[in-house]
Nanobody
Framework: QLQLVESGGGLVQPGGSLRLSCAVS????????IGWFRQAPGKEREGVSC????????KYSDAVKGRFTISTDNAKNMVYLQMNRLKAEDTATYYC?????????????????WGRGTQVTVSS
């Protein structure tokens, strides 16, 4: 059974950086398109970044483009989200999801499996 566990969240000042990790177990990571999502209090969950199954497509939301980078380590079954130049509006719970929709011509959509999330708070 596929399981995802996020880590790496915390409190950071505006302009700072964090790296989120998503540990994938139960199946090889390279079977899936993988993505990061976030949900702030009172807001809908939104797709932040994704990477297609074969890595030929990588997408970012307009809000994070140029500041966040998604990466994977298939040997370790890990997915990362490097977040730089963080802003207060990046404050949210961040989730990892597998089997997402990650296509150039389509919005990022969540998949069938989700982690429990990790909290990111950007505040001075």
């Amino acid at each position: 059974q596929l399981q995802l566990v996020e880590s790496g969240g915390g409190l950071v000042q505006p302009g700072g950086s964090l790296r989120l990790s998503c540990a994938v177990s139960g199946s090889p990571l390279d079977y899936y398109a993988i993505g990061w999502f976030r949900q702030a209090p009172g807001k809908e969950r939104e797709g932040v970044s994704c990477r297609s199954t074969f890595g030929d497509v990588t997408k970012y939301s307009d809000a994070v483009k140029g500041r966040f980078t998604i990466s994977t380590d298939n040997a370790k079954n890990m997915v990362y989200l490097q977040m730089n130049r963080l802003k207060a509006e990046d404050t949210a719970t961040y989730y990892c999801s597998a089997a997402v929709t990650c296509r150039r011509d389509h919005p990022i959509e969540g998949g069938s499996t989700w982690g429990r999330g990790t909290q990111v708070t950007v505040s001075s």
